[in-house]
């Protein structure tokens, strides 16, 4: 197969080839690997190669619904066991897993072939890839443009057409934030509906799913059907559907009412582009049948970001704490990194618990909203993906920061409620950018970014659809019309070298 055919194929059609004689997992996995000489060195998407490992499975006879297909996992939650879960991190980069995570495992089952690790950033925190640890990730449709993250290292394989799927995982928009950065399909499944055990019973409160980056809708309902279902000690249960997502995509969403907003949740600016993407998706949505109008949610945007900022502290702090029980030094660990744990360790237990019980109100919301309609649209992104070093804190803050780090002012200052305006100021800044996706997160709702949109520069610019929880085969059926009424797979940056 040459590397041409190979990106041409989604996942779906590569395990139909196989199936069928026309290749094998051997030489597919060869131009994989031949794909990732010569895409890697300028993106830095995967961190961790698996040759080895993949050349000795590709020799064992495989069968399921991805048999012989290659794909990455994540470097982060999705462990294989031998091997580190590095999370972006030097500290666990060192400390090989103990044993294959359910989702690890499941793929295993269904014939994949994984055949490395993917780039996050560190502790995968951050809505860019950039970990200290292995260095940026770059966005193939422009290199000095961010790729999102946390899962920005399998956005990027997958957009270059190194691997048709890549495993990602969202605590705050991290399989719809490089979705719509590089031009991809990425869904984000109801809390529960695919496990992250056995290491974990549930991610950041139950605001994190996993499921994979790609660019067909198939695909990702294929990937449901993989993955998606508990596994012993769970502290999750959905009730499984009736047909496989597979089956059920294909079929015709019906006249949906779907509501849409371009309003910042955080009331800070909305590019004109993000914008422009969610009112050509209306006016496309009108002309398949949907009735659309515009309405959002009735919810307190600031609340819900101070509330997922407390969490996202605890969990940090929690975590640092955890690798200083391994023997790490917080030292070993990036300046962003050691801020928002010095910030969870000044908060009180009652806070974090008042914090969360407030997610409440946030579902009490979505669920009224959907009272009146099926979905609900925004941006993915309120502005394009941002150049490498926008994401860099200012100089001046770095060094503020460092120096109350580094006399152990900034835990003692944070108790005392004097940085209340810079956890603001950064609030501000991070979310600036990414104010849209949290809001399925803390109320473990079902997400997708469709990618509708480039942009004047060519950029790609997602769509956000969010829908009410078990409702990831109306995403799908939804996403599968819009596919066909305004197809993407005929899109590729230049670095692919694939004919538009």
């Not at 294909?250 to 004109?272: A, C, F, M, N, W």
Request: a neutral charge; hydrophobic letters at 40%; glycine letters at 8%.
């Amino acid at each position: 197969m040459s590397p041409q055919e190979y990106m041409g194929s989604d996942a779906t059609e590569l395990a139909r080839q196989i199936a069928e004689g026309h290749t094998t997992p051997a030489e597919l996995l060869d131009v994989a690997i031949t794909q990732y000489h010569r895409l890697n060195p300028q993106l830095n998407a995967v961190c961790q190669p698996m040759f080895e490992i993949a050349r000795q499975r590709v020799k064992q006879p495989l069968a399921g619904p991805l048999a012989g297909v290659p794909i990455l996992i994540k470097d982060a939650i999705q462990d294989y066991a031998g091997l580190p879960t590095g999370n972006g991190s030097k500290v666990f980069s060192r400390i090989p897993a103990r044993q294959h995570s359910h989702i690890v495992q499941r793929l295993l089952n269904a014939g994949a072939v994984i055949m490395g690790k993917s780039n996050t950033p560190e502790l995968a925190l951050k809505g860019v890839t950039d970990p200290e640890a292995f260095g940026p990730s770059r966005n193939p449709w422009n290199m000095a443009h961010t790729t999102g993250g946390s899962s920005g290292g399998s956005a990027a394989a997958v957009a270059s057409g190194m691997v048709p799927m890549a495993g990602a995982n969202d605590g705050g928009g991290s399989i719809r934030i490089p979705a719509a950065c590089c031009g991809l399909f990425g869904l984000r499944p109801s809390r529960g509906r695919v496990s992250v055990g056995p290491a974990h019973g549930e991610i950041w409160e139950g605001a994190s799913s996993d499921l994979v980056l790609c660019r067909s809708v198939r695909d990702a309902a294929l990937a449901m059907d993989v993955l998606a279902g508990p596994n012993r000690g769970d502290p999750f249960l959905l009730a499984p559907e009736a047909l496989p997502f597979r089956d059920l995509a294909k079929r015709e969403p019906g006249v949906l009412r779907i509501g849409y907003s371009t309003r910042s949740p955080v009331d800070t600016p909305v590019h004109p582009e993000a914008i422009r993407a969610v009112e050509n998706a209306a006016e496309l949505l009108r002309s398949l049948g949907h009735e659309v109008v515009e309405a959002e949610p009735d919810y307190d945007g600031m609340a819900l970001a101070r509330c997922y900022l407390n969490m996202y502290f605890g969990q940090v702090a929690a975590t640092l704490d955890q690798a200083r029980e391994m023997g790490a030094r917080d030292e070993e660990f990036e300046l962003l990194t050691r801020t928002l744990a010095a910030f969870g360790r000044s908060m009180s237990s009652a806070t974090y618990i008042n914090s969360h019980r407030q997610w409440n109100q946030f579902s009490q919301a979505l669920g009224s909203f959907y009272q009146q309609h099926d979905l609900f649209m925004t941006p993915a992104l309120a502005h394009p993906p941002i150049r490498h070093e926008k994401a860099n804190l200012p100089r001046k803050q770095t060094r503020v920061i460092e120096l109350l780090l580094n006399t152990g002012l900034l835990p003692l200052l944070a108790r005392w409620g004097a940085l209340d305006n810079m956890v603001s100021d950064m609030a501000r800044k991070n979310l600036t950018y990414v104010p849209f996706t949290q809001l399925a997160n803390l109320t473990g709702t079902p997400a997708m970014s469709v990618p509708l949109h480039w942009t004047a520069d060519g950029l790609p610019l997602g769509v956000q659809f969010c829908g009410p929880s078990a409702s990831e085969a109306l995403l799908l059926q939804l996403a599968s019309q819009l596919e066909a009424a305004q197809p993407w797979a005929n899109k590729w940056p230049a670095i692919s070298d694939m004919p538009g």
